[in-house]
């Protein structure tokens, strides 16, 4: 198992260029997740799914935008990126019920905006 | 709006001695979590706390729930340079099981 793998894992991009950080699991996980963290601050949900073909906003969605067409894939946009965007973003997936309370993270994709 | 804080957020120790961090959360949640994260890592797991007065250990860490206080500690007994990382806690929200971060304990610990 690969567990949660994330691409790219280093981007570099300017104001205003998009691009998408692919999340991938393959543990039929039901519940995936977008975070950022930021020096000092912790990591907070971005976006998420319940399911496929279901997106939900987080606590701080603007400027993202999510796509969820497989179960096994959570797609993060970001349509015209911002130097505010410079974060290090994770992806994470879940299942529930059973004894698995588990939330497995991905490695990390370190963006910089310039 | 659920609030974790975590308290210290910055801990230099010396190897061989104890400490404790705190980790107060606003509103009620089933579970707590524990991760370390090393520079420029991701989070790894260290402990689930799913109910209260649970407690794990693993090694030289220690975590605690008290639910009712709305508080977690993570103890460490007899520092060793190894335990150097970012430790957070973490609770579970209303979205889908998501988890809110507090901000995070940097710990150093020096010989």
């Known amino acids: 198992n690969a567990g949660v793998t994330q691409t790219p894992k280093f981007r570099v991009l300017k104001t205003g260029q998009s691009m998408t950080l692919l999340c991938a699991q393959d543990?039929?996980?039901?519940?995936m997740y977008w975070y950022r963290q930021d020096p000092g601050m912790g990591l907070r949900l971005i976006h998420y799914?319940?399911?496929?073909?279901?997106?939900a906003k987080g606590e701080v969605p603007d400027g993202y935008n999510v796509s969820r067409l497989k179960k096994q894939n959570f797609l993060l946009g970001l349509e015209s990126a911002a130097p505010s965007q410079t974060s290090v973003y994770f992806c994470?997936?879940?299942?529930?019920?059973?004894?698995?309370?588990?939330?497995?993270f991905g490695p990390g994709t370190r963006l910089t905006v310039t | 709006e659920l609030k974790v804080e975590q308290n210290p957020l910055f801990l230099s120790m010396q190897e061989g001695k104890n400490y404790t961090i705190y980790c107060n959360y606003s509103?009620?949640?089933?579970?707590l979590y524990w991760y370390r994260q090393d520079p420029g890592k991701s989070l790894e797991s260290l402990f689930v706390l799913l109910s209260n007065g649970a407690v794990k250990q693993e090694g030289r860490l220690m975590a605690s729930l008290d639910t009712k206080a709305r508080l977690s500690t993570l103890h460490i007994t007899a520092a060793v340079h190894d335990l150097s990382a970012t430790y957070f806690c973490?609770?579970?929200?209303?979205?889908?099981?998501?988890?809110?971060f507090g901000k995070g304990t940097s710990l150093l610990v020096t010989p």
């Open positions: 509103t009620t949640s089933d579970r």
């Open positions: 543990m039929n996980h039901e519940y």
């Open positions: 799914s319940v399911g496929e073909g279901t997106t």
């Open positions: 994470a997936s879940n299942s529930y019920g059973g004894l698995d309370y588990e939330q497995y």
């Open positions: 973490a609770v579970e929200g209303s979205s889908g099981y998501a988890l809110n």
